[in-house]
């Protein structure tokens, strides 16, 4: 006996749909998580904000300069009674890792919700593909830098090349198949975390033991740009530096979407444990990073790869410029020691080059997985949102495709900054700022409608967000650029998919109330004919013109009992959907009538259905309709009716392509 073997093309759709994961309906369960104590899902969502200590206060200090300390202070008050507070309330009113993207859904109605919702999707496209990018090329850095790379494999010396290395081994793993592994993740954390604070203390201790190189600073400080001592200048300065710092605001909406990984009860209480925990360890780390830093390290180790070139078009610190020299020879300024790794200077000049290597690895696998968790939250967002309202292909349900689309999309974005971790920062920022200020709005709309006690003070956090996103935008444009080319290519390719898609069955569950049943089993001797019908009146003068109509035009026999279907649309911006249809009699005429999100899916669904039930092929039959098809076309995807007639047939043919067991089609007229 020959056994069937798939051709090799098979064998690879197989592979790369392997993971796909079905649909179960508009609103399925998620498949169960293993859960774990708090503080244990923290190291995951801490892979993420704790990594940003790699290239936090070298960004700082290129932003704020000798005043990054200070603008650091004002993120940190930022963090502590701005982020926390609203992402405390987004864990209590998202109880199953929803976050502030399904607070906001709910706060709109129909297309509205979905654009809404294909707008954040695209800052959060933003947020996780500069996570993944800007890791990468921080990791970079740190290799790049290290003493021992520098004298034993000088070849590497080209950081665009590395950085897409390092993408491509993380898309590597994921199409091979990647588990987020809460265990490596706690051990990534401790180890990070204990060496940072190792160098930490060692460069405070310097500090204080170094009286001068403080005294310095605070020189500085007092004389920055003419304030001559004047603190609400250096302070006024410092509110309009610190936007630029916002990137030290990420893992906030992780640490939401981690909820369903924690175990109960008290989840919402632990998930708050959870934010305050990570928000107060990174508080502490980023005030001491920034002021040891600040001080310990000369300011032109921060500055980064500049090209004399083009400094016209850049806006670089004076510390940093090219001379007019440079600028006459073209030359290319390489990146300071300390540029996109601080901590890790300060490690290898006081700690020794053994200790800075062991930093540096551990530096760059935390970063790694951090862009792995940018990459695993990628490929959970769009199954999660877009296959459910028709706006991704059927691909996008499985893993492997994905993954190389996000891969190839990093790779662009790697190659447009040119690996640059400051270049990445502006972008980077925006996605996460927008992000929180959405959170932001729904709290303080949630709030009001409550009647909360501590509405104003929403209101009054989601002020200072909005500036300081403003502020990031403006000063920072990259990053809305880059939002913008997502969210635009994410609703170009949303609606191509819905229109592509929109002749799918599309309506998961057909249930007859018992009227209707009753009506389906009076016609077990009979034909199954049904007359679609878009009720004006609704009465008994309706019915009978429209039943002669439909005999006459049809030929149906004046002895054959007939059903009328009518379908109002209900919120035709849901994609799928269940349908009760209901029997209702009109003086001797029987109606089956239901709600559905478009009319001729929901024909050929009932169709469908009863052939399935009964063992009978049905008729249906339709009047021709007048007008512009393209417009027909249009009101088909959008508001789910049109023409619907050709529209019903040509979701049958699609879905039975056996003509003998297709239910039959009949416009006259």
Wanted: contains cysteine; charged residues 20%.
């Amino acid at each position: 006996m020959k056994t069937f073997r798939p051709s090799l093309r098979e064998q690879i759709k197989d592979w790369f749909l392997k993971d796909a994961r079905k649909q179960v309906g508009p609103h399925r369960k998620e498949s169960p998580h293993e859960q774990h104590t708090w503080w244990k899902v923290m190291c995951l969502t801490g892979v993420d904000y704790f990594s940003t200590l790699g290239y936090q206060p070298g960004i700082a200090f290129l932003a704020a300069g000798v005043l990054s300390p200070i603008a650091t202070l004002f993120l940190v008050l930022l963090t502590l009674l701005g982020a926390l507070p609203v992402y405390s309330r987004v864990a209590k009113e998202s109880p199953h890792g929803e976050g502030s993207i399904a607070m906001l859904q709910t706060l709109f109605s129909r297309w509205k919700a979905k654009l809404v919702i294909l707008i954040l999707l695209g800052f959060v496209a933003t947020d996780f593909v500069i996570t993944i990018t800007l890791s990468a090329a921080d990791a970079t850095a740190h290799i790049l830098e290290n003493p021992f790379v520098i004298s034993y494999l000088p070849f590497l010396e080209h950081p665009v090349l590395v950085t897409i290395a390092l993408i491509t081994i993380l898309g590597l793993v994921f199409l091979k198949g990647f588990r987020e592994a809460i265990g490596i993740a706690v051990i990534l954390v401790f180890v990070y975390l204990s060496l940072n604070l190792i160098v930490v203390s060692v460069a405070l201790y310097e500090v204080f033991t170094h009286p001068e190189l403080f005294r310095n600073w605070a020189q500085a400080v007092y004389h920055y740009r003419g304030s001559d001592g004047n603190w609400l200048l250096i302070i006024g300065i410092a509110l309009i530096y610190f936007p630029k710092l916002a990137l030290g605001l990420s893992g906030f909406e992780t640490g939401v979407a981690v909820m369903p990984l924690i175990k109960s009860p008290d989840r919402i209480r632990n998930t708050q444990k959870l934010l305050a925990t990570a928000a107060l360890i990174m508080s502490f780390m980023l005030i001491c990073s920034s002021l040891s830093t600040a001080v310990l390290i000369e300011p032109k180790e921060f500055c980064p790869r500049i090209d004399c070139k083009r400094v016209v078009q850049e806006n670089h610190p004076p510390y940093c410029a090219c001379s007019p020299e440079e600028i006459e020879r073209g030359e290319i300024k390489e990146a300071g020691q300390a540029n996109g790794r601080a901590l890790a200077y300060i490690a290898h000049k006081y700690l020794g080059d053994l200790f800075g290597t062991a930093y540096d690895i551990s530096t760059i696998f935390i970063l790694w997985f951090a862009g792995a968790s940018a990459m695993a939250g990628l490929l959970n967002i769009v199954p999660r949102y877009l296959p459910k309202y028709g706006m991704a292909p059927e691909w996008a349900r499985a893993t492997r495709p994905l993954t190389i689309v996000f891969t190839l999309i990093c790779f662009a974005v790697t190659i447009w900054f040119e690996a640059s971790v400051d270049a990445q920062g502006g972008a980077y920022a925006t996605g996460v700022l927008v992000l929180i200020s959405s959170a932001a709005v729904a709290v303080t709309i949630s709030s009001w409608r409550q009647n909360s006690q501590w509405r104003w003070a929403f209101l009054v956090i989601t002020i200072i967000f909005a500036y300081t996103t403003i502020a990031n935008i403006i000063e920072r444009p990259d990053g809305i650029k880059i939002a913008s080319l997502f969210i635009f290519s994410i609703i170009l390719s949303s609606f191509i998919s819905r229109a592509l898609r929109s002749l799918e069955v599309r309506i998961e569950e057909v249930e007859l109330d018992e009227k209707a049943w009753e009506f389906i089993q009076d016609l077990a001797e009979n034909e199954i004919r049904i007359v679609a019908n878009r009720r004006e009146a609704g009465d008994v003068a309706e019915y009978r013109y429209k039943e002669h109509e439909k005999r006459v035009d049809n030929h149906i026999p004046s002895t054959d009992p007939i059903l009328f279907y009518e379908v109002d649309v209900g919120d035709a911006s849901e994609f799928t959907g269940k349908i009760k249809v209901r029997g209702v009699e009109v003086d001797g005429y029987r109606i089956l009538r239901t709600i559905a999100p478009s009319v001729p899916n929901a024909i050929a669904a009932l169709l469908l259905y009863l052939r399935d039930r009964t063992g009978k092929i049905p008729h249906v039959y339709f009047g021709w309709s007048e007008g512009n098809p393209i417009v027909y076309l249009l009101r088909f995807v959008l508001f789910g009716e049109g023409d619907t007639a050709p529209v019903t047939r040509e979701i049958l043919r699609q879905a039975e392509p056996d003509p003998d067991r297709r239910p039959n089609v009949h416009v006259g007229g």
